[in-house]
């Protein structure tokens, strides 16, 4: 077989069906398919907490190098406005994967599923407060607003996965 992520077979098996089929429920289904397809191995079973969990996985490691790419703009440049902005883009960042954390973590408490929503809104606030500091006018030499629409891409799928859930406790309560 080729390349894992060319590989027509995948769209055929039960889990890769399934993801296709949550993918078109988001709003950005092919970017949603390009992000979730290289991690099809890591979906074990089409129990949407499982897709959830796995999505929140692949999430906050997008985070993580998110941070690591501000922390390093932090330390390259010479400007200190701009590391200014780096760092409360990065912080903003660690914020975002502890509500990610909380979000994951509560996968199966349904005490906490009411919180979902808001935990997922603090992400895009998150986002939102660094796409700030990169105002439309902004000198941003490392296009820091394409990073924050690159991974708006992430938590909208995120938001989809903990919405089916919500859903689905609606419809069984």
């Known amino acids: 077989m080729g ?5 027509p077979e995948i769209d055929d098996t039960q889990i890769g069906r399934y993801l296709r089929d949550f993918c078109s429920d988001t709003r950005i289904s092919k ?3 390009k992000i979730i397809k290289p991690e099809i191995n ?3 079973n089409t129990d949407i907490r499982n897709v959830a969990g796995v999505v929140i996985d692949v999430t906050m490691e997008k985070t993580v190098d998110v941070v690591g790419e ?3 703009l932090w330390l390259d440049s010479g400007d200190d406005a701009l590391k200014k902005k780096y760092r409360s883009c990065a912080e903003s960042y660690v914020s975002a994967n502890q509500n990610l ?3 994951r973590s509560g ?3 349904p005490d906490v599923l009411q919180e979902f929503s808001g935990w997922v809104d603090n992400v895009e606030g998150g986002m939102k407060s660094c796409n700030r500091e990169f105002g ?3 000198f941003d030499p490392a296009h820091v607003r394409n990073r924050n629409k690159e ?3 992430y938590v909208e799928i995120v938001r989809t996965a903990t919405n089916k859930i919500l859903g689905n406790r609606d419809r069984k309560g």
């Open 3 to 7: 390349d894992r992520e060319d590989d």
């Open 31 to 33: 970017q949603c398919w």
């Open 42 to 44: 890591r979906f074990t």
């Open 70 to 72: 501000f922390t390093q």
């Open 101 to 103: 954390d909380a979000v």
């Open 107 to 109: 996968l199966y408490n």
């Open 136 to 138: 439309r006018k902004s």
């Open 151 to 153: 991974y708006r891409n």
